[in-house]
């Protein structure tokens, strides 16, 4: 079974870690990483696309603003491995 591929802000590193920990393959969030994600964790609400799928890419997205790494974890498990 192929690992999910999560796309994540580069300010998020403690996410990182411990996506990166779960078994997660996690590459940095930019243009390239829209077209081959199974989620995108992003950081803050100044993002115009949180909440909601992202029309360039399929992947779920997770506003990870004021959730814990494990609350993070838990998001992207529940919507990314239906997606890998």
Known sequence: MNRA????EGQLSPYSHLL???GY?????DDKALGVAN???VQG?????LGMEDPL???PVIN???????????AV???AIARA
């Open 57 to 59: 890419s399929k992947a």
């Open 77 to 79: 498990e529940r919507r």
């Open 45 to 49: 609400t100044d993002n115009n696309f």
């Open 39 to 41: 989620a995108i964790v």
């Open 5 to 8: 591929i999560v796309a994540i």
């Open 20 to 22: 990166k920990e779960a």
């Open 25 to 29: 393959d996690v590459i940095p969030l």
């Open 64 to 74: 990870a603003d004021g959730m814990t790494p494990n609350q993070v974890l838990a």
